[in-house]
């Protein structure tokens, strides 16, 4: 027999549970079946509880005054969903089987008890698990499909009440139904799949929001989906962040592609924001604890953390290098940013946005740096050479000082400088107070991420596009800077004169 696993419960009250004493109930759709459609559960509850501790939770759009509802006399009206489903003629639904005592079970529901929802094959089954002494658990109404499989679904835990259950379940057909199920009442969202036609994984109610919710499409594509919109064919808006890359995006770069932004100026109709990261499968995905991050794992094996509010991506890092005297690692990433971290202090200590796309290649200058002023570069899949100069001083100044324009901090220094070697190649004097005792401790280290508005931010004195491919390596010689393609093409380039304003600096081949 194939495992099945357990169905989606649901309750009430949370005074108490009765689930100690649930007898083992058969929810198949016929005694003939013995396979089950994937289910999910909600994490939705135990989220919101835990952000109503901590503060406000964080609300998905809250700058786009387009997708702020209405305010009238008597508060925000919401929409409701209009079609019975027991009345339904719809060739979407095949047939409805409510209990013949329905409306009197749910009166006399116990509320210390469980409601359980589950997506079997084609049917989608309310149950109520109260009754201790049944051999068999008793569907409230029974749902059955004409040709969808429904594969998830998810609860409002943020709407739930007593009388008041906001459901969405997401179909084998890409086809959404947005169901209350007091009322029994219905609405469909991408009704024949005008928005996208790939089908539905995963399907989670965003945290804190009455309406708004995220679907996982099987193109590996993430959609926020608004219960209250109508639909209307889709197209990816070219004016989205990033949009201007996906041509050439395949399923071995993998940036967060927004093909519509949830900061866009067209909101009359779904879709909200539409996302894609891969062109496999997304298994599943979850909200974190503070309802500000998304971790999505995909069938090729990849886990993504996405800053979904900022629709920011979280990935791995690429490539990375030392300073010349081995104070300092420089990284790169799936993130677009520059990291410079600290190995005497252990932490990170800047940060350096400016790339618009994964940071490829990363390296010192040694012609540039001495025991206190730096310079570094950086190229990067949107194309672009960027040159950054720092001191020690600048790492500690506060946030607000170090992002401040300005100029090359070497452009007092002579040009010709001696090269600064590497600790390979020579003994380097070094004032830091690094030991290897101070290095190799018991165990791993782990480090928390620190806050935006702790970390310096570093401005690059220099930013060009330099080539029509996206760029691959980096490096510094004496006189000229070597850059490489992925077409394979190699290009030196002249350095940048020291005063000239970093605005108007031209490269030369």
Known sequence: MNPRKPPHLYKISNSGSTRSNLATYSIKESEKESRSSHETSSDGLAAHLANAAAGKTPVFGEDNVLLTPAVGKDGVKRKKPKTNIVKSNSSFISRVMPHEAMTKRIQEHNPEGLFAFANINRAFQWLDLSYNNDSKAQHIIKILFTK???LCHDINSFTKGASHLDIIMGASTADIMWFEAFSQKYARINKNAVINASPIYQIKWLPGSENLFLAAHMDGTLIVYDKERDDAAFVPEESSPLASISKGWDKDHRPLLVNKSVNSRNQKSNPVASWKISNHRINDFAFSPDSRHLAVVTEDGYLQIIDYLNEHYYGSFLCVCWSPDGKYILTGGQDDLVSIWSLAERRLVAR??????????????PWRCDDRNYRFGSVGEDRRLLLWDFNVAMLHRPKALSVRQRGSISSHAPITRNRTESQATMRFRSNSNLTADSVDGEGLVEHPVESRSRTAE????????????????????????????????IRLWGRPQEATNASQVDLHA
């Open 148 to 150: 969808a499989h429904m």
């Open 352 to 365: 350096c946005p400016g790339h618009h796309s994964w940071v490829s290649c990363v390296a010192f200058d």
């Open 458 to 489: 570093l401005p690059p004195v220099m930013s060009k596009i330099i080539d029509e491919d996206p760029l691959s390596w980096l490096g510094f010689e004496e006189d000229c800077i070597v850059t490489a393609c992925a077409r394979g093409h």
